[in-house]
Structure formats: structure tokens, C-alpha cells
């Protein structure tokens, strides 16, 4: 339980370093917009066009009779607007951070820089086309393991009082853990631990990653939250690592750094 409470404030310690840096806050959300746009778009294509859809996917309901025809096509174009959605909230992060590589990256590098007793920053020292191709292949393995998950939590969602009590939590924590590892990676793969330790690193700590991620999973399901929580769940992922790896800290994390000081003097 205290590693639940701890997660859940390295979350609120994300936020409030970027409320600190306004600068970084800022460019953090450029990503998160550029998704939402994105996602908005299709699923608006989705609801304009996919009824067109479904009426050409499913030729052998040409010659049913009315109301069945109409019931059925709109059934399917009902579920797949849906699984749309679905598919929307569970690649959402992972397609935000995709696009938002160099944008996190030198986020999660200041957090770093703010936060070391030194003042520096591990680097991968991969070129950036390299670290592209490494985040988007980890993310769809992400991805697939989440699918994988959201299938079998369907499947258990028919079991009677389980599937309408027990199941729809595991669920929060599932998606918890898989955001979070998303957001780990941005520091860990600059550190050079590659998808299987950061998923073994993850597990030997279960309770203080679905302390950060199962609440952020939840304040997601709000609209347009992710967009503006995203830059600190980032700052606040990369502190975590840190802990994860044994890493020093500075004390006093939470002052304002050398270039707000210096704004507040020229004020």
C-alpha cells in the first residue's frame, strides 16, 4: 500500500514540475494536440462514412427485408464505431508518444538534468531515426499485449457478478500498468533497457505503477484531459524510473529551477 501512495505522488510530482516550466509544458502538448486532431478526424470520417461501409462489406443483405436489414447494418456499424473507440483510447499514448518523441525526449531529459546531483542527463547516444524505430516497434508490442488482455477482460466481462464487479477493476489496472510502461520507456530507453527488463522491471514493483498509471488511466476516460496531462505524466514517469533504477535524486527537486529563478529576478 505504500508503494500505491507512492506512485500516485510521483504522478502529482510530474504535474507540478511541468506547472514549474511552463516553457516544456507547452511544447509537451504540441504531440498530445496533434493525436487528438488526428483521432478526431477518423472517428468523424468513421461516423460520416461507416454505415457506407458496412452497407459495402455485407453485400448479402441486399435483398433482406426492412426491419432486418436495417437493424443488422445498424448494429455493425454500431460495433464498429466502437471497437474504433476502444482501439482510439488504447493506442492514444502510444501514438502520442510516437509523434511526441523529440518533444518528450528532451522533456524527460530536463527532468533528469533538474533532478541529478550532478546535472546531467543519460543519453542513448542513438540517432534519432534509430530511436524511432525502436519506441514505434516496442509501442505495437505494447499494443498488441493490451489487445491481447482486452480480449480475454471481454470474454470474462459474460461471467456472472465477476464479469460486472471484479472485472471492469482488473481492467483499470491492466491499463494502468501498460500506460505507465509507455511513459517509463521515454527514460528508460534513453538508458538503454530494452522492452524485456523494463517489463520485468515494472512487474517487481506492480503496486507503485498502478498507483501512477491506474488513476491516470481513469482521468483519460475524460475528454481531452490526456492531451493536458500528458507533459507531467511524462516528468513524472522519468522521476520514476529513477527510483526504479536506484538512482539519486536531488533533494529540493521541488524548487524552482535557474531559469524560473532568473525570470522571477528580471520581473
Do not use: C
Not at 163 to 168: K, N, W
Not at 201 to 211: E, F, N
Not at 226 to 238: D, E, Q, S
Amino acid at each position: 500500500m505504500r508503494d500505491l501512495g507512492a506512485g500516485f505522488h510521483y504522478l502529482l510530482k510530474g504535474q507540478r514540475w511541468v506547472a514549474r516550466h511552463g516553457k516544456q509544458y507547452g511544447f509537451g502538448l504540441i504531440p498530445g494536440l496533434i493525436t487528438l486532431v488526428l483521432y478526431a478526424a477518423a472517428l468523424v470520417a468513421l461516423a460520416t462514412w461507416g454505415g457506407d461501409a458496412v452497407s459495402w462489406s455485407t453485400p448479402f443483405a441486399d435483398d433482406w427485408s426492412s426491419p432486418w436489414q436495417g437493424l443488422f447494418r445498424g448494429f455493425l456499424t454500431v460495433v464498429l464505431f466502437a471497437l474504433a473507440l476502444l482501439l482510439a483510447v488504447l493506442t492514444f499514448t502510444a501514438v502520442t508518444l510516437l509523434i511526441g518523441q523529440p518533444f518528450y525526449e528532451n522533456l524527460s531529459e530536463k527532468v533528469d538534468r533538474d533532478v541529478s546531483p550532478d546535472g546531467t542527463a543519460p543519453e542513448s547516444g542513438l540517432p534519432l531515426w534509430r530511436e524511432l524505430w525502436i519506441s514505434a516497434r516496442d509501442s505495437l508490442r505494447i499494443v498488441v499485449r493490451a489487445l491481447l488482455w482486452a480480449v480475454l477482460l471481454f470474454a470474462l466481462g459474460f461471467v456472472p457478478v465477476v464479469g460486472q464487479t471484479v472485472v471492469p477493476v482488473m481492467g483499470f489496472f491492466v491499463t494502468g500498468f501498460f500506460l505507465t510502461e509507455e511513459l517509463t520507456a521515454v527514460a528508460l530507453q534513453r538508458r538503454g533497457v530494452d522492452l524485456r527488463a523494463r517489463l520485468t522491471l515494472l512487474r517487481s514493483r506492480k503496486t507503485l505503477i498502478w498507483g501512477f498509471g491506474t488513476p491516470l488511466g481513469l482521468s483519460f476516460l475524460v475528454p481531452f484531459v490526456a492531451v493536458f496531462l500528458m507533459p507531467g505524466a511524462v516528468a513524472g514517469a522519468t522521476l520514476m524510473a529513477r527510483e526504479l533504477l536506484g538512482e539519486e535524486t536531488r533533494e529540493g527537486d521541488d524548487e524552482p529551477d535557474g531559469e524560473a529563478v532568473q525570470g522571477a529576478l528580471g520581473a
